[in-house]
T-cell receptor, first 115, second 111 residues
Framework: GAVVSQHPSRVICKSGTSVKIECRSL??????MFWYRQFPKQSLMLMAT?????????EQGVEKDKFLINHASLTLSTLTVTSAHPEDSSFYIC???????????FGQGTRLTVV | SQQGEEDPQALSIQEGENATMNCSYK?????LQWYRQNSGRGLVHLIL?????REKHSGRLRVTLDTSKKSSSLLITASRAADTASYFC???????????FGQGTILTVHP
């Protein structure tokens, strides 16, 4: 199956700084990738759909200026949390597919802690 | 709103016992998928069942789908300590174009 590599797996940053999370598809071309946020012991909440070569589509309530998504190539999508605050601390996961009649492949997730 | 609702929220069993998790949803779907998540990791796909299917098996996993009741169940037989994880159902509708996840069931299998 497809392999999605996400890094870093953990990051700690200071309040007010920006953090970039990368999601790479290692063995396929991903025109669409998805970014999720997950709070402890809760489900995945879709934040945005990343489209290669065009603007990301954000879910209602997600600030696009806060969570910048770039999908400049078919193998790389990035999520940048800008001016991070402690409330942005969470587990962020990317996935490929999940937008078709097939299984989705997920990255390993990134645990972001803002101090 | 969250499409899938799962129960139980948490399940604790002994090794060798069977574990059953249920998922209900509200609208028509094209397929329903089950995923597993180990603590602090990404999700791993287990089974996909299409709306015209009623049952699927994969190793020790058995999934059923009842579209009239808008519900699905995941059965893990002869559970092992390594099955300890969170399990999520996710529904897919072509009209929406994305997966919608249930709240998940935290399964603990005691050796």
């Amino acid at each position: 199956g497809a392999v999605v590599s996400q890094h870093p797996s953990r990051v700690i940053c200071k309040s007010g700084t920006s953090v970039k999370i990368e999601c790479r598809s290692l063995d396929f071309q991903a025109t669409t990738m998805f970014w999720y946020r997950q709070f402890p012991k809760q489900s995945l909440m879709l934040m945005a759909t990343s489209n290669e070569g065009s603007k990301a589509t954000y879910e209602q309530g997600v600030e696009k200026d806060k969570f910048l998504i770039n999908h400049a190539s078919l193998t790389l999508s990035t999520l940048t949390v800008t001016s991070a605050h402690p409330e942005d601390s969470s587990f962020y996961i990317c996935s490929e597919s999940g937008a078709g009649n097939t299984e989705a492949f997920f990255g390993q997730g990134t645990r972001l802690t803002v101090v | 709103s969250q499409q899938g609702e799962e129960d139980p929220q948490a399940l604790s069993i002994q090794e060798g016992e069977n574990a059953t998790m249920n998922c209900s949803y509200k609208t028509s779907i094209n397929n329903l998928q089950w995923y597993r998540q180990n603590s602090g990791r990404g999700l791993v796909h287990l089974i996909l069942i299409r709306s015209n299917e009623r049952e699927k098996h994969s190793g020790r996993l058995r999934v059923t789908l009842d579209t009239s009741k808008k519900s699905s169940s995941l059965l893990i037989t002869a559970s092992r300590a390594a099955d300890t994880a969170s399990y999520f159902c996710a529904t897919y509708r072509t009209s929406y174009g994305k997966l919608t996840f249930g709240q998940g069931t935290i399964l603990t299998v005691h050796p």
